[in-house]
């Protein structure tokens, strides 16, 4: 079951409930912006984690359950889609992993 997310009204539609063939939110009539069968909504009065929720799906990322960890805060989301389009996450070590981080500059020694 795919979710649905207006980011106008930061309202969540799953498929079974909402028919995604109008593309448009039931409420609003903006845009629905498919977020993955994982995404977990934040609270609709919680407008910094919809700013941040926002930015990824206009970025072209979906919540997967088998996704990589995403950014909570709008300060790491460039950097963060930057790493991801850049290298790729699965089969990397926690080790290489931490190094390219030291690498983009995210942690300091």
Do not use: N
């Amino acid at each position: 079951m795919t979710k649905y997310a207006c980011l106008t009204c930061c309202k969540t539609f799953s498929s079974r409930r909402w028919h995604p063939a109008s593309g448009t939110c039931p409420d609003c009539g903006d845009e629905m912006v498919d977020a993955g069968k994982a995404f977990k909504a934040p609270r609709r009065r919680d407008k910094k984690a919809w700013a941040v929720v926002a930015e990824l799906l206009r970025a072209g990322f979906q919540f997967h359950a088998h996704g990589i960890p995403r950014p909570t805060r709008m300060r790491d989301v460039a950097a963060w889609i930057k790493r991801v389009r850049r290298k790729p996450y699965f089969g990397r070590s926690k080790k290489q992993r931490l190094i390219d981080r030291l690498e983009d500059g995210e942690l300091q020694l």
